[in-house]
């Protein structure tokens, strides 16, 4: 009893002073915690934050990084070999190379190619898991929200480009509700103390409906008393994670995109594994790289990369699918989200404003782990249910204009019943000598994963790093010196020099639009685009109604290890995501310029052609969707 007593107190204490304290106006702020992020470094890191600050630094070509990892030999290992090149893998090695250590990265697709591009585009504390923490007097859930909001800030500064603020709407259909999640989302702003983003605000109905038109005032059977907005943070999750990988490349890291690991390379006589068999699925070379621990990033195939090491190795991912659906933006106003806490089977059910789209979801149920999950129609349709009870509009299946499926890697609890109930808390485990595994968490947390793993690491292989962690305070490539005023400089100073169809050559606007994309996708590093735009006759749009333009695929091709049709329409630009049919008519300019890029001869243009239409497949937009008798199937 009294080991417990002090957590639950704890509990007890945030809840009460959220009540006192919220009812008077005010806002308490908790104590900060010390971290290794806030002590003092040296001039060799100083050295390294100006490198990837640099706007004209330029990332190692992906052959050097082939060839550093196939001089990393037994006589002369890296420290560090990462395996996955997710959010958190990325992460791991941008940690690992700012602290001065020999960092390696393979990724057997793409960087984000898994759940890391797939996400709800929110980085959140986890207003449920507060609701747990108080009503189940659960001290475990409530850190996890206290670290993941502090961690929520970190994210949003060290990439001001990629991410920001986001309100929230909740409705609420009786006055309970609205003392209810008032005082909950109260709670929340409480519990994120100096690492607030904004305070929440209760909004009468008529405020609510001036500020979100097509919420519904009436309900079946209920009517719309007021709503509760509160602030979570957004991102483009992938451009995030290339920009994790480009930092990571620039900070000294060796990082390789579409690099299989084959197998591990075990000592002889302890049976450590001191390193990996490699093949480059570009090229299909094989070979072989040492380093002194493998850090096992991979996601959902965590487990598939641990039986490599031990066949026998227990399963410790549980799959969870997560469907989204993206529709026209006409269904939620630009800055502002609708966020319905429990549907009638108890899931959350959000609509988000994202990229000049609505971003809709999500489900929650077991799946298998596949390497392109597809999202199934009764999601879909569940999705489109849930937020129909809560418009004005009518919710169609053929406004789709996306749907994709993302696998959680939830690290599994033997005892829980559900997914739901299993802990969004990461995992840092070394089952077999010389592989450190990192699994479970989210997007959010990615960063203090990250330092968890190395710390992990560098435990194991006695490894000797220059500094401590210094990643709380980073800023990303194209996010130092930026301001969300930077796109006028591309406004003013450039123009999209095109080709017509008849192979003139026309001035365009550099208009708003394009300008604040390319400052919101790439930062510092816009004026780098629109140079090329400018210089080399590439200012074309790719697709009607969407922003992107065809310098974006050279300047991806030879900045940020571009190397597919399929890597530029679903990671570096968001066009599968956003609209399948449009990434489709894009495609042929898309390859046209990688060919010239890469010197892609007729059969790889044809064999990339193939891979990004059946990739595309996988994105159930009205347009592939199966309809029979007017009924989708």
Same mark, same amino acid.
């Given at each position: ?184 989302? %109260? ?69 390789? !995109? ?48 641990? %039986?490599?090491? !031990? %066949? ?53 149920? !077991? ?267």
């Amino acid at each position: 009893m009294s080991a417990t007593a002090a957590p639950l107190r704890r509990v007890a204490a945030v809840a009460t002073a959220a009540v006192a304290v919220t009812a008077c106006g005010g806002s308490v702020l908790l104590p900060p915690s010390v971290s290794s992020n806030d002590r003092g470094v040296g001039p060799v890191v100083e050295s390294t934050r100006r490198t990837i600050s640099d706007p004209n630094a330029i990332v190692p070509s992906r052959s050097v990084q082939e060839s550093t990892l196939i001089g990393a030999s037994s006589t002369s290992p890296l420290d560090i070999l990462v395996v996955g090149g997710g959010a958190t893998g990325c992460g791991v090695a941008l940690d690992a190379a700012t602290r001065g250590l020999r960092v390696g990265l393979v990724e057997r697709e793409d960087f984000s190619s898994g759940t890391s591009s797939r996400s709800t585009k929110l980085i959140h504390g986890g207003v449920r898991y507060l609701e747990k923490a108080v009503f189940n007097l659960d001290y475990g859930q409530l850190k996890l929200v206290f670290h993941a909001l502090e961690e929520r800030k970190q994210v949003i500064e060290n990439a001001p480009h990629l991410c920001h603020a986001l309100p929230c709407m909740t409705p609420c259909f009786n006055w309970f509700e609205v003392v209810y999640y008032w005082m909950g989302l %109260k709670m929340y702003d409480l519990v994120a103390g100096r690492h607030i983003l904004h305070l929440s605000r209760y909004y009468s109905v008529q405020e609510s409906i001036e500020l979100f038109p097509t919420l519904a005032r009436k309900g079946k059977d209920k009517s719309l008393r007021g709503t509760v907005v509160y602030y979570d943070g957004q991102m483009n999750d992938s451009r995030l994670n290339v920009g994790l990988a480009c930092s990571a490349a620039l900070a000294g890291a060796a990082v390789l !995109n579409h690099a299989e690991v084959v197998s591990f390379l075990k000592d002889e006589g302890t049976e450590r594994i001191i390193g990996a068999r490699i093949r480059d699925k570009l090229s299909g070379q094989e070979f072989e790289t040492y380093a002194k621990v493998v850090v096992n990033a991979a996601g959902p195939f965590c487990d598939s990369v641990r %039986k490599m090491a !031990n %066949k026998d190795a227990q399963a410790m991912i549980c799959p969870s699918s997560g469907v989204h659906v993206v529709l026209p933006d006409y269904y939620s106003p630009e800055g502002m989200g609708l966020i319905v806490p429990k549907t009638k089977d108890g899931r959350v059910v959000f609509m988000l404003p994202w990229l000049g789209r609505t971003v809709a979801g999500t489900t929650d149920s !077991n799946t298998s782990i596949t390497a392109l999950p597809e999202p199934h129609e009764d999601e879909i349709q569940f999705i489109l249910d849930a937020i129909c009870d809560y418009l004005n509009v009518k919710v169609r299946r053929t406004d789709v204009l996306s749907a994709w499926s993302g696998i959680r890697p939830l690290a599994m609890d033997p005892t829980a019943k559900n997914t739901e109930s299993i802990s969004r808390d990461h995992v840092v485990c070394e089952d077999y000598p010389g592989l450190v595994t990192i699994t479970g968490g989210k997007w959010t947390t990615y960063r203090s994963m990250a330092e968890d793993a190395v710390n992990a690491a560098i435990k194991s292989g006695k490894l000797s790093p220059r500094n401590e962690c210094i990643t709380g305070n980073l800023r990303l490539v194209g996010g130092d010196g930026w301001e969300s005023s930077s796109f006028t400089v591309l406004a003013q100073q450039y123009v999209r020099m095109k080709k017509t169809h008849g192979g003139k050559v026309v001035p365009g606007v550099m208009d708003t639009a394009s300008a604040k994309h390319l400052s919101h996708a790439y930062g510092t590093l816009a004026e780098r685009v629109a140079t090329i735009a400018q210089n080399e006759t590439l200012g074309k749009r790719l697709a009607h109604g969407y922003p992107y333009l065809e310098a974006e695929v050279a300047y991806c091709a030879r900045n940020e290890y571009c190397e597919s049709a399929i890597d530029f329409i679903a990671r570096r630009s968001r066009l599968a995501f956003l609209d399948t049919d449009a990434a489709g008519h894009a495609l042929p300019r898309i390859i046209e310029i990688l060919a010239k890029e890469h010197n892609w001869d007729r059969s790889r243009q044809k064999q990339e052609m193939q891979k990004a239409r059946e990739f595309l497949e996988t994105f159930k937009s009205s347009k592939n969707a199966q309809f029979h008798d007017g009924k989708h199937q």
